[in-house]
Nanobody
Framework: QVQIVESGGGLVQPGGSLRLSCTASGFSLDYYALGWIRQAPGKEREGVACINLADGTTSYADSVKGRFTVSRDNANHMTYLQMNSLKPEDTAVYYC???????????????????WGQGTQVTVSS
Protein backbone atom coordinates (compact mmCIF):
# COMPACT_ATOMS: atom_id res chain seq x y z
CA GLN A 1 0.00 0.00 0.00
CA VAL A 2 1.47 3.36 -1.06
CA GLN A 3 1.60 5.96 1.69
CA ILE A 4 2.74 9.54 1.18
CA VAL A 5 2.87 12.26 3.83
CA GLU A 6 4.20 15.80 3.39
CA SER A 7 5.34 18.18 6.12
CA GLY A 8 7.23 21.44 6.56
CA GLY A 9 4.90 24.02 5.12
CA GLY A 10 4.15 27.33 6.80
CA LEU A 11 4.25 31.10 6.56
CA VAL A 12 7.47 32.76 5.43
CA GLN A 13 8.43 36.25 4.36
CA PRO A 14 9.52 36.99 0.79
CA GLY A 15 13.16 36.08 0.35
CA GLY A 16 12.97 33.45 3.06
CA SER A 17 13.44 29.69 2.95
CA LEU A 18 11.50 26.56 3.78
CA ARG A 19 12.25 22.87 3.51
CA LEU A 20 9.43 20.48 2.72
CA SER A 21 9.70 16.80 3.58
CA CYS A 22 7.93 13.84 2.07
CA THR A 23 7.90 10.36 3.50
CA ALA A 24 6.78 7.79 0.96
CA SER A 25 6.61 4.01 1.08
CA GLY A 26 4.93 1.01 -0.50
CA PHE A 27 6.48 1.08 -3.99
CA SER A 28 9.72 0.11 -5.73
CA LEU A 29 12.47 2.73 -5.74
CA ASP A 30 13.81 1.26 -9.01
CA TYR A 31 10.80 2.27 -11.07
CA TYR A 32 9.50 5.48 -9.55
CA ALA A 33 10.31 9.12 -9.17
CA LEU A 34 8.89 11.50 -6.61
CA GLY A 35 7.70 14.90 -7.61
CA TRP A 36 6.55 18.09 -5.98
CA ILE A 37 3.40 19.53 -7.50
CA ARG A 38 1.82 22.76 -6.33
CA GLN A 39 -1.58 24.33 -6.73
CA ALA A 40 -2.31 27.97 -6.03
CA PRO A 41 -5.89 29.18 -5.49
CA GLY A 42 -7.74 29.43 -8.78
CA LYS A 43 -4.84 27.99 -10.77
CA GLU A 44 -3.98 24.69 -12.40
CA ARG A 45 -1.61 22.27 -10.71
CA GLU A 46 2.02 22.91 -11.62
CA GLY A 47 4.90 20.43 -11.41
CA VAL A 48 7.86 22.21 -9.83
CA ALA A 49 10.51 19.53 -9.26
CA CYS A 50 11.02 15.79 -9.35
CA ILE A 51 13.75 13.28 -8.63
CA ASN A 52 14.34 9.79 -9.98
CA LEU A 53 14.75 7.64 -6.87
CA ALA A 54 17.06 5.11 -8.54
CA ASP A 55 19.76 7.43 -9.86
CA GLY A 56 18.96 10.87 -8.43
CA THR A 57 18.42 12.67 -11.71
CA THR A 58 16.22 15.72 -11.32
CA SER A 59 13.96 18.03 -13.29
CA TYR A 60 12.86 21.56 -12.39
CA ALA A 61 10.27 23.99 -13.67
CA ASP A 62 11.75 27.20 -15.08
CA SER A 63 9.89 29.18 -12.42
CA VAL A 64 11.93 27.58 -9.61
CA LYS A 65 15.31 26.79 -11.20
CA GLY A 66 18.15 28.14 -9.12
CA ARG A 67 15.89 28.60 -6.09
CA PHE A 68 14.51 25.13 -5.30
CA THR A 69 16.46 21.92 -4.79
CA VAL A 70 14.98 18.43 -4.61
CA SER A 71 16.87 15.63 -2.88
CA ARG A 72 16.27 12.12 -1.57
CA ASP A 73 17.27 9.83 1.28
CA ASN A 74 16.19 6.39 0.11
CA ALA A 75 17.35 4.63 3.26
CA ASN A 76 14.78 6.59 5.23
CA HIS A 77 12.10 6.81 2.52
CA MET A 78 12.42 10.60 2.48
CA THR A 79 12.38 13.21 -0.25
CA TYR A 80 12.99 16.91 0.39
CA LEU A 81 12.28 20.18 -1.37
CA GLN A 82 14.56 23.01 -0.24
CA MET A 83 12.98 26.31 -1.24
CA ASN A 84 15.08 29.47 -1.13
CA SER A 85 14.47 33.07 -2.19
CA LEU A 86 10.74 32.50 -1.88
CA LYS A 87 8.35 34.81 -3.67
CA PRO A 88 4.66 35.56 -3.05
CA GLU A 89 3.85 33.70 -6.27
CA ASP A 90 5.25 30.52 -4.68
CA THR A 91 2.23 30.50 -2.35
CA ALA A 92 0.35 27.25 -2.91
CA VAL A 93 -0.49 23.86 -1.51
CA TYR A 94 2.50 21.62 -2.24
CA TYR A 95 1.91 17.93 -2.91
CA CYS A 96 4.35 15.06 -3.04
CA UNK A 97 3.42 12.42 -5.60
CA UNK A 98 4.81 9.36 -7.39
CA UNK A 99 5.36 8.88 -11.11
CA UNK A 100 6.52 5.70 -12.87
CA UNK A 101 9.79 6.23 -14.74
CA UNK A 102 12.03 4.37 -17.17
CA UNK A 103 15.43 5.64 -18.23
CA UNK A 104 14.25 9.14 -19.03
CA UNK A 105 14.28 12.04 -16.55
CA UNK A 106 11.07 12.39 -14.59
CA UNK A 107 8.40 14.62 -16.14
CA UNK A 108 6.64 17.54 -14.50
CA UNK A 109 3.19 16.76 -15.88
CA UNK A 110 0.75 16.52 -12.96
CA UNK A 111 -1.73 14.19 -14.72
CA UNK A 112 0.99 11.53 -15.03
CA UNK A 113 1.40 11.23 -11.25
CA UNK A 114 -0.49 8.36 -9.69
CA UNK A 115 -0.23 8.45 -5.88
CA TRP A 116 -0.52 11.72 -3.97
CA GLY A 117 -0.10 12.96 -0.44
CA GLN A 118 -2.54 15.30 1.31
CA GLY A 119 -0.46 18.41 0.65
CA THR A 120 1.12 21.07 2.83
CA GLN A 121 0.37 24.80 2.64
CA VAL A 122 3.17 27.25 1.85
CA THR A 123 2.36 30.93 2.21
CA VAL A 124 4.87 33.62 1.25
CA SER A 125 3.78 36.99 2.57
CA SER A 126 5.07 39.95 4.50
Amino acid sequence: QVQIVESGGGLVQPGGSLRLSCTASGFSLDYYALGWIRQAPGKEREGVACINLADGTTSYADSVKGRFTVSRDNANHMTYLQMNSLKPEDTAVYYCATIPVGVEPCLLVPKLYDYWGQGTQVTVSS
